[in-house]
């Protein structure tokens, strides 16, 4: 997310020892200006601005620079501030004028508040000003900086602002890095990530959201277990490039060296005792990998709205809704966060009313939507709304119990949609990552069958299981041979998913094995499909046996979201504008040497 920064004023009404941003006297130039800066930043399209101090509530004028910047088209306007100045005639002239966020830094609790910010009775005008922010009905968000003066108190802030500010549901973690009046004020950045693993573990008892201040990063090597932290961390290819920051020995064997910047320079030059852990595990590396931040990828990823197409030539809409991201397998082609906290059930549910007002098919997803306590109450939810028919993607781990089976099924599900990638457990395990759950899934698609609920086993062909597909088939022909087959291929379509050939098999090692498997499925009378998605081969390398999947209608325009590329040999084939054509991650590794066209 871009986010642009307008420094509003540099006096304050606090005095904290730590701080790098507060003058003894304004610049008047500065104060003057801050309405041009403002129009200035506006115009480079940030998705959002953030107003700064000193303390920005010292000027008269704070509502009109959130006017302006809210005129020019910024999508998020936020206010940092202490709030001891906010009263409710103040709240409600910012909530009009169009502030969507208000952050307060929050140092400590009480006594401890006070002595660290040099503002004698300012925790309790702080209280106040929260409290008028949160009755205006602006979202407030706690800014946690973390320096030498409150090392041991910071664990205690959730639960005090749980009990005592249930209007805040996020904080934000910051570590300040340059230095103010007293050098000495700032923390060592390992003692400062203790410090803040401590708040992401208090945050998670009382259920806050918790991320680190885009500003103020910490490299996450300095954390002894980098994957119990990765709510902090929204890291991109873009993060690598951030001024102020520099990469040590060591950092080359990280698995993040492409999204790490490394370490503050001015940390380094402290001699803070700095030294790169290079970070290896692959699931640490998904865990600490996000397009944007906590918040906005869980709102990216709660719904996918995609429209399948049929071979009678019909389109119809389908929304993928994730009930929650946590899963029990870990599968690495999966391109789901599944570290990131369920969305809330209002939001769940929000997008179940979408989809039925849309007319859409609904697909009940995750992670493992099974793992979901609301599961049946979302699907009862669903067709209460109008919703005609409701799929359960799931890997049918938890379905091995007949009641859960049969409160599903009464709920109102109408297929079962069950991710199995291999015909045995030491294959299928080794996939999913999770050893055990092979004989628990197969359990599950029993109680599924037994149930009456309709079945379509998914199948990722990927590295490691593709030469399986015939035994696979054999499998479901002998135990399941009412089900559907759907078969697809990894998509390398996140940094999640790694772009290895390890992992993504070339679409020529696929199609003997997948041409052999349709033969056997025909044979055993099994339906197959899945050519129509997005996941699956492009059109001029699905096998002969299914060759019906060229009559499908045409691509919708604008579906894809740019993933998909149509190279020089698409331009000729009969079929192109009924192909997504090939993932550019794909051609990156392989290149477009295996594409022709239809003729």
């Not at 973390?146 to 005592?164: C, F, K, S, T, W």
């Not at 020529?508 to 499909?529: D, M, Y």
Request: aromatic share 4%; with cysteine.
């Amino acid at each position: 997310m871009r986010v642009a920064r307008v420094v509003t004023n540099e006096t304050c009404n606090q005095n904290c020892g730590f701080c790098s941003s507060r003058r003894p006297v304004e610049r008047a130039d500065l104060v003057r200006e801050a309405a041009a800066r403002v129009v200035t930043e506006a115009r480079g399209r940030p998705q959002e601005l953030v107003l700064a101090g000193g303390e920005p509530t010292m000027r008269r004028d704070l509502a009109a620079l959130v006017e302006i910047a809210k005129q020019r088209g910024v999508p998020r306007v936020a206010l940092e501030t202490n709030a001891a100045l906010v009263d409710p005639a103040m709240a409600r002239s910012l909530r009009d004028a169009g502030l969507d966020v208000a952050r307060t830094k929050i140092p400590a609790w009480g006594e401890d508040y006070e002595r660290i910010t040099r503002d004698e009775g300012g925790f309790e005008r702080m209280l106040r000003g929260l409290a008028a922010l949160v009755g205006a009905g602006v979202e407030v968000e706690a800014i946690v900086p973390i320096v030498r003066d409150n090392l041991a108190l910071v664990g205690e802030l959730p639960g005090a602002l749980a009990r005592h500010a249930p209007g805040i549901r996020t904080l934000v973690v910051r570590v300040p890095q340059e230095p103010g009046e007293h050098e000495a004020a700032l923390a060592p950045l390992p003692t400062a990530a203790a410090a803040a693993l401590r708040v992401v573990m208090q945050a998670r008892r009382f259920d806050l959201g918790v991320r680190m201040d885009a500003g103020a990063f910490v490299p996450p090597c300095l954390f002894e277990s980098p994957g119990r932290v990765s709510s902090l961390y929204a890291l991109n290819p873009g993060s690598r490039a951030r001024a102020g920051f520099e990469q040590v020995p060591g950092c080359s064997e990280c698995a993040l060296r492409d999204h790490c910047p490394g370490f503050p320079v001015t940390a380094l030059r402290r001699g803070d005792g700095l030294a790169a852990r290079p970070i290896t595990e692959e699931r640490t590396r998904r865990r600490l990998t996000l397009i944007s931040t906590e918040q906005e990828q869980i709102a990216r990823e709660l719904v996918t709205r995609e429209v399948h197409r049929g071979l009678d030539g019909t389109s119809a809409p389908l929304h993928t809704v994730r009930v929650n991201f946590r899963c029990n397998q870990s599968c690495s082609f999966c391109f789901v966060s599944t570290h990131l906290p369920a969305a809330s059930d209002e939001d769940v549910r929000a997008a179940i009313t979408e989809a039925a007002r849309a007319g859409a098919s609904l697909s009940l997803s995750g992670g493992e939507p099974t793992l979901n306590p609301r599961l049946a109450e979302y699907v009862r939810f669903a067709k209460q709304a109008g919703v005609r028919q409701v799929e359960l993607q799931t890997n049918a781990t938890r379905l091995s119990d007949p009641a859960l089976v049969s409160e599903l099924r009464e709920a109102g599900v109408d297929v079962a949609f069950v991710s199995l990638h291999g015909s045995r457990a030491e294959i299928s395990d080794r996939v999913t990552g999770a050893p055990g759950t092979f004989e628990q899934t197969v359990r599950g698609i029993d109680r599924i069958i037994e149930s009456g609920i309709a079945l379509r086993l998914n199948f990722v062909h990927s590295a490691p299981n593709t030469e399986d597909f015939p035994d696979y088939v054999r499998l479901v022909a002998a135990r399941w041979p009412g089900a559907t087959l759907t078969v697809s291929v990894v998509a390398p379509s996140t940094d999640l998913v790694p772009q290895t050939p390890e992992l993504i098999p070339r679409y020529s090692e696929i199609r003997p094995r997948l041409a052999e498997g349709i033969r056997l499925a025909r044979s055993a009378g099994l339906a197959v499909t899945g050519f129509e998605s997005m996941c699956a081969v492009p059109l001029c390398l699905v096998p002969d046996e299914v060759r019906e999947y060229l009559l499908l209608p045409e691509v919708p325009p604008g579906s894809g979201g740019g993933e998909f590329v149509k190279v020089t040999a698409c331009e000729s084939c009969r079929v192109n504008e009924r192909c997504w054509g090939v993932r550019r991650r794909y051609l990156d590794l392989f290149g477009p040497g295996e594409l022709s066209p239809i003729a």
